[in-house]
């Protein structure tokens, strides 16, 4: 499984998602969407991580983190699962 540390990144940093879709250009809605540690979602694409990454100025693998066997052991807060889009590299 791999889980999204979004919301991990904007607390440490002090970021709303708010501010996320003002230094992105995302749309308000999916800055939220992104952000919701409670909240899981389906895809992205490399331009929404591209975006992401710029804007924190971090790495993909800050971003995202495999847990091996499909299991969330409830570390880190802000995990979501996600599916990247297959086209997207």
Do not use: N
């Amino acid at each position: 499984m791999i889980r999204f540390k979004l919301a991990e990144i904007l607390k440490q940093k002090g970021w709303t998602p708010y501010r996320l879709a003002q230094v992105t250009g995302l749309t308000v809605p999916t800055a939220y969407r992104l952000a919701a540690p409670e909240l899981r979602f389906g895809r992205f694409t490399a331009d929404t991580l591209d975006r992401l990454c710029s804007a924190l100025q971090v790495q993909p693998g800050d971003l995202l983190e495999w847990v091996p066997g499909g299991q969330d052991d409830g570390e880190g807060e802000g995990a979501q699962e996600m599916e990247l889009a297959q086209g997207a590299r």
